[in-house]
T-cell receptor, first 116, second 113 residues
């Protein structure tokens, strides 16, 4: 089975621009979560989508948004980029909700976003 | 309020010895715990998990211990190898939180030759 894929792997933008990141989950996985990791920081949860619906949301401003398509692929959008948005953005997928054993998340390689 | 805490930002261990990474939690409703390993500029890789109905789970060189009364779990790596040098994250989930994973801040493990 192919793993979680994220595109692009690297991205350079300037302040004020917007960016869209893409994530394709493992085949059969319906839940997709997004995380931000900045240097020296842990994983900051952005949001989770399941069956095209946002199930959980972290404490990020409204500039950060996402969506999920019927094929479970997900996109994350950041508008009006700020310097502090420079980070590694990680996507993770998991099996459909079915109890605690379905929570294991499998991560993609991440998208490195640099805001100048 | 940090529900999952990894109080050691870093840990240095001699190659071949045992590495013990610790994690504390505050939410007694957590019923599933996971450990992940992360190399720089890569996504975390799932290592091992444990359900709250168990107190130990083994997978090769990796063993996770859960002490529910102390709200503490630990990851033992025996023997430690150079490739184990990475950041290790523990995470926990609870049914009443829709199984959202709550993450610790991570511990950087350095294996010395």
């Amino acid at each position: 089975k192919a793993g979680v894929t994220q595109t692009p792997r690297y991205l350079i933008k300037t302040r004020g621009q917007q960016v869209t990141l893409s994530c394709s989950p493992i085949s059969g996985h319906r839940s997709v979560s997004w995380y931000q990791q900045t240097p020296g920081q842990g994983l900051q949860f952005l949001f989770e989508y399941f069956s095209e619906t946002q199930r959980n949301k972290g404490n990020f401003p409204g500039r950060f948004s996402g969506r999920q398509f019927s094929n479970s692929r997900s996109e994350m959008n950041v508008s009006t980029l700020e310097l502090g948005d420079s980070a590694l953005y990680l996507c993770a997928s998991s099996f459909p909700r079915g109890g605690p054993f379905s929570v294991t998340q499998y991560f993609g390689p991440g998208t490195r976003l640099t805001v100048l | 309020d940090q529900q999952v805490k990894q109080n050691s930002p870093s840990l240095s261990v001699q190659e071949g010895r045992i590495s013990i990474l610790n994690c504390d939690y505050t939410n007694s409703m957590f019923d599933y715990f996971l450990w992940y390993k992360k190399y720089p500029a890569e996504g975390p890789t799932f290592l091992i998990s444990i359900s709250s109905i168990k107190d130990k789970n083994e997978d090769g060189r990796f063993t996770v211990f859960l002490n529910k009364s102390a709200k503490h779990l630990s990851l033992h790596i025996v023997p430690s190898q150079p490739g184990d040098s990475a950041v290790y994250f523990c995470a926990a989930s609870a049914r009443d939180s829709n199984y959202q994973l709550i993450w610790g801040a991570g511990t950087k493990l350095i294996i010395k030759p």
